[in-house]
């Protein structure tokens, strides 16, 4: 199993441009979900998703959006980047049918926005 | 709202040192707790998860505690080695796979 992967690792972007921040999981976990992570703030949570078709908004979802078509696929769009999404973006996963729950997090992508 | 606090934000230690990093909660009603380690640049290394029903959890020189009604959780380290060296953070499962974290702690073990 490769686990949780992000692509890319990192990404720079002009304020204003769109891009795509992919995850995916091999697991069949139902659960999936999105953080940020800032000096200072720790990790926030975005969005997240019970299942496939199933999204909902977490801590700061404001300016991304998500969706969720497979249980392996897990895309965040910022669909007009700004400065202030410059941060370092972590995706995880878990097995809702198990009973600790427990998070298995992908190695993150760390985007600038300029 | 929960809150999650970790005491303190940074720890220096000679190595070979036995330390406690600790970490608070505003609301005892939790799922279950887990600690991770994370390197400078790097991703999140799940250490150690204290499912709620769970008092403590100990994996090698490793051992965490969790107490639910005082709101609190302990990452024990025995004999600590500058390979230690690494960030803390403390996670609570306000719901499934819903994470609050800390804002982490420090540590520095120096040889």
């Known amino acids: 199993n490769a686990g949780v992967t992000q692509t890319p690792k990192f990404q720079v972007l002009k304020t204003g441009q769109s891009m795509t921040l992919q995850c995916a999981q091999d697991m069949n976990h139902e659960y999936m979900s999105w953080y940020r992570q800032d000096p200072g703030m720790g990790l926030r949570l975005i969005h997240y998703?019970?299942?496939?078709?199933?999204?909902d908004q977490g801590e700061v979802p404001n300016g991304y959006n998500v969706s969720r078509s497979t249980t392996e696929d897990f895309p965040l769009r910022l669909l007009s980047a700004a400065p202030s999404q410059t941060s370092v973006y972590f995706c995880?996963?878990?097995?809702?049918?198990?009973?600790?729950?427990?998070?298995?997090f992908g190695p993150g992508t760390r985007l600038t926005v300029t | 709202k929960q809150e999650v606090t970790q005491i303190p934000a940074a720890l220096s230690v000679p190595e070979g040192e036995n330390l406690v990093l600790n970490c608070s909660f505003t609301d005892s009603a939790i799922y279950n707790l887990q600690w991770f380690r994370q390197d400078p640049g790097k991703g999140l290394t799940s250490l150690l998860l204290i499912q709620s029903s769970q008092r403590e959890q100990t994996s090698g020189r490793l051992n965490a505690s969790l107490d639910k009604s005082s709101g609190r959780s302990t990452l024990y380290i025995a004999a600590s080695q500058p390979g230690d060296s690494a960030t803390y953070l403390c996670a609570v499962y306000r719901s499934q796979g819903n994470l609050i974290f800390g804002k982490g702690t420090k540590l520095s073990v120096k040889p």
């Open positions: 995880a996963s878990s097995n809702s049918g198990a009973l600790s729950y427990e998070q298995y």
């Open positions: 998703s019970v299942g496939a078709g199933i999204t």
